[in-house]
């Protein structure tokens, strides 16, 4: 899917400088990074996400054609406690497209992530639209800083998990006073669409996205980076946390090349994705393994190594046994507990006999017959 | 390859704990593990191989029905000085068949990593064959010890790289007399073939190997954990290393389980088969990328994202220009230096006009078509 839409793969290395990692995340991500100080005495980490990197290679490479559309499927490390849906290592597959403030990179970006999980099956998905900039029609009866705001969607962001007293809690804990808190609550809840959103929602219609996308006004994301329109995925009837996510970040690449270059991304949670394929039932019964196992008999060694062979060049995935010296009912077992459907054991004259179970569970055979009688068997 | 063979995949974190990793590989690997205290205070490090740590999945999960035949295709690291082919980081392509120490497994490891090669492309390769065992023919007048053992075939590893003199001086340094390792080189010169060499030489000239292989006498490989079987393949004209290697390793994972479990891998090392593969001209010209560029015009956008997204849903991977205040030659531009072969510009009455260079370098046109058209055009 990324591909279809021009973005290509880029990889980096699992480890980056320390002074590449932190800064830019926040607090709460710097606790969970793994750092270390490798063979050459240099404060360095495992990589915490693939949007830091990217923003790294972007510094180092600053000819690169723009905008650069460049997808990466690689895993992150973070010292969480782990639980259902959240790992210390896990697969992320992240799109991102720097160099264009345009929104249609936004929209792009969206639908691209949303046709991902169409791929996968998931049909009732709802994408949480949102924008860093709604927060600045929060008054609290003055001026709010850059800092205070941002600590304002922090708190807002856990309303789904806390409460509104919880909320409030929190926005007093963060210094304001109990009045300011109430009065950020009574507000946030009349957070209206900015211009942005307005455009985006109407190109996501036109794009056959209706009905998939809500606007969020509490949505928030934990990363400090964010300067523009945000965005998660959930799965109905998945609770363990969204499985998509992003949005725009037009200050972090600037922070690796004095230039500033707008960028905007999004990311899908690997194992998140196949927790819930594997609770919705979405993964085909018939996952990839050996269709035949070849039987290994004394005197018949050679031969069920070369027809295990022609049958592996007709692409049929073949198993042979390993040892002739295994009594044949524990061979037949071995294909039973490894869910091998056919089993072969090699003949006098070049022929074969050939047995699986049927449907009722009893067991069926044809019997000396030969390479290419087996071969049409196993095809249809 | 691998699963036509009846591997399956298997994955592990890429931190393993401290002890796990050390203690098996010899000193010198040990000295490039990265290793290092997790927030927990753990010592733990990344992964140097696949294989240590799938001797400790077998000893978490004794009951896996045996023989287990795994691949693994993931990252390692090793705190190397990087060079052509030598690298910190790199992706390993490994199987591994534990539980049975029947020989066919030790083929069919060389055969499936063998394929594996022929599938890339490559014709000129080389199988290095040797058994561990082949190094208790060295007889320096007496009894040679299990670690004196050692020595002497870490030594005779590098006699392609430094010749016999510095086999020589190597061997003093070790300790033996200069008498000894004048005796222990003339020695090395007349190993012989074992019953386990001749058997497996045997069978691959039945599986259409011949001539792709040849006993190595002098062949160690570096890690202390190989107890028979060992092999290395060099591709004709590539000369930064071997590209794949493996061997029988029949105690290493009984130092996870009490129990002695016999074993037998390969590894292919990805990326010095893409050096390889870029030096020998093996990759196709056209690698994945964009078919087309949908030019974005005033006026034209939502069409534009339109055409795009049909385009892609009849799988042609389609890019469409970002920003549509963006002069028509600076998107012209942007496909040419993308490599992106067509473009298409939607115009007026739900037709379009697609552009392409010819052989010539000439720019053709075909104006005002409809998308059917336009399909196929793009696909013939």
């Not at 990363?223 to 964010?226: A, G």
């Not at 009837?237 to 969204?242: D, E, L, R, T, W």
């Given at each position: 899917v990324f591909e279809k839409y021009g973005f290509s793969e880029l990889q980096t290395p699992a480890l980056e400088y320390k002074e590449v990692l932190t800064g830019k995340m926040g607090e709460e991500a710097e606790r969970l990074m793994y750092l270390f100080k490798d063979q050459g005495e240099r404060d360095v980490g495992l990589r915490y996400d693939l949007t830091v990197p990217l923003a790294r290679v972007m510094g180092n490479y600053p000819n690169l054609t723009k905008p650069f559309k460049r997808y990466q499927i690689q895993n992150v490390w973070r010292a969480e406690n782990p639980q259902r849906g959240r790992f210390r290592e896990f697969l992320q597959c992240d799109i991102d497209t720097v160099g264009t403030a345009n929104i249609n990179a936004d929209l792009e970006i969206i639908i691209c992530v949303a046709k991902c999980l169409e791929i996968l099956r998931f049909r009732d998905f709802k994408i949480l639209i949102n924008d860093r900039n709604v927060f600045t029609q929060i008054d609290i009866g003055g001026t709010v800083s850059q800092d205070e705001l941002q600590k304002v969607y922090r708190s807002l962001d856990k309303i789904k998990k806390i409460g509104e007293e919880g909320v409030k809690e929190n926005l007093i804990e963060s210094g304001f006073s109990a009045d300011q808190s109430e009065a950020i609550l009574k507000n946030a809840n009349f957070l209206k669409e900015n211009n942005n959103i307005v455009l985006l929602k109407k190109r996501l219609d036109k794009l056959g996205l209706k009905d998939k996308y809500v606007f969020a006004p509490t949505l928030a994301r934990g990363?400090?980076?964010?300067t523009g329109l945000i965005f998660e995925i959930e799965i109905e009837?998945?609770?363990?946390?969204?499985v998509a996510g992003g949005g725009r970040y037009d200050e972090l690449i600037g922070m690796f090349t004095d230039k500033k270059i707008p960028a905007v991304g999004g990311s899908l949670g690997f194992d998140r994705l196949i927790d819930a394929m594997n609770q919705l039932n979405l993964f085909p019964k018939d996952l990839i393994t050996s269709k035949a196992l070849v039987l290994n008999l004394p005197n018949f060694e050679e031969k069920a190594l070369e027809v295990a062979d022609k049958l592996r060049e007709n692409n049929i995935n073949t198993e042979v046994y390993l040892d002739s010296n295994v009594e044949k009912g524990k061979q037949f077992n071995y294909a039973e507990k490894k869910g091998i459907p056919y089993t072969i054991v090699p003949n006098e004259n070049e022929t074969f006999t050939l047995g699986w179970k049927n449907e009722n569970g009893e067991i069926e055979k044809v019997e000396n017959i030969t390479f290419d009688n087996l071969l049409e068997h196993l095809r249809s």
């Open positions: 990363l400090d980076y964010y009837g998945y609770s363990a946390g969204s």
